[in-house]
């Protein structure tokens, strides 16, 4: 039996049915594609510390005392004018660690930089100096180190010019340490400031932002 005339163009005019979901990925695809491509979703604000309170550092228990604006005397009679925060800090391992250095913008972070190196950024930027000194403050002595199981005053000094206006107060990103092991020939382990995953150049982690006020007090 053959086919009419009628039945062909009926067969020519049957419409190709595209399901309505992939179409519409279809659709989003372009648009994406006209702006830029996809965006990350922004990154969460780390948690927050309150002022006097204790912030787990991992290595070390922090806590964050105050921010003063004050004015030092040397030993040879000359004053120099200084926002110093007060920390008390309780080294939570079994060996005597070293304060650290704090870290200097520009360079490479460094997993070993003791706790002044968990000190990763201040806001508003204060100081002479791209970055503070840090010492142990004990009797009026000061000292680089912390022994376990004792909580000691540490003082994170940043030295401002004498007609610097100080901030109304500081904010603080503070980093935290894991104990892991040091490297592929060194089998030990250490505490090492946690670094970002898949981060390059490496950066350390937020754990705690703190805000302290600063107030002007005597030496």
């Known amino acids: 039996m053959t086919s009419s ?32 491509g996809l965006k990350e979703a922004p990154e969460e604000p780390p948690p927050t510390a309150r002022p006097g309170e204790t912030v787990d550092q991992g290595a070390f228990h922090t806590q964050f005392i105050k921010a003063v604006d004050t004015v030092e ?23 005597t660690a070293s304060v650290g250095v704090a870290h200097e913008p520009g360079r490479p972070w460094s997993v070993f ?26 009797y ?8 376990p199981g004792i909580t000691t005053t540490v003082v994170v000094q940043y030295e401002l010019d004498p ?8 904010t603080l ?10 490297g592929m020939r060194d089998q030990g382990n250490a505490w090492q400031l946690e670094m ?3 981060s390059d150049p490496a950066v350390p982690v937020v754990a705690t932002r703190i805000t302290l006020p600063v107030r002007q007090e005597e030496a």
Do not use: C, W
């Open 5 to 36: 005339p009628r039945d062909a163009r009926r067969r020519r005019r049957r419409p190709v049915l595209v399901p309505v979901a992939l179409a519409v990925i279809a659709a989003g695809i372009g648009v994406t594609a006209i702006f830029g």
């Open 73 to 95: 005397r040397n030993e040879f009679g000359r004053t120099k004018r200084y926002l110093n925060l007060v920390l008390k800090v309780t080294n939570m391992g079994d060996e």
């Open 113 to 138: 930089s003791g706790l002044a190196g968990s000190l990763l950024a201040i806001e508003p930027k204060v100081g002479q100096e791209p970055s503070p000194r840090v010492h142990v403050l004990s």
């Open 140 to 147: 009026g002595v000061k000292s680089q180190q912390l022994h």
């Open 163 to 170: 007609g610097a206006v100080a901030p109304d107060s500081v």
């Open 173 to 182: 990103d503070v980093g935290r340490f894991v104990y892991q092991e040091i």
């Open 196 to 198: 970002k995953e898949d």
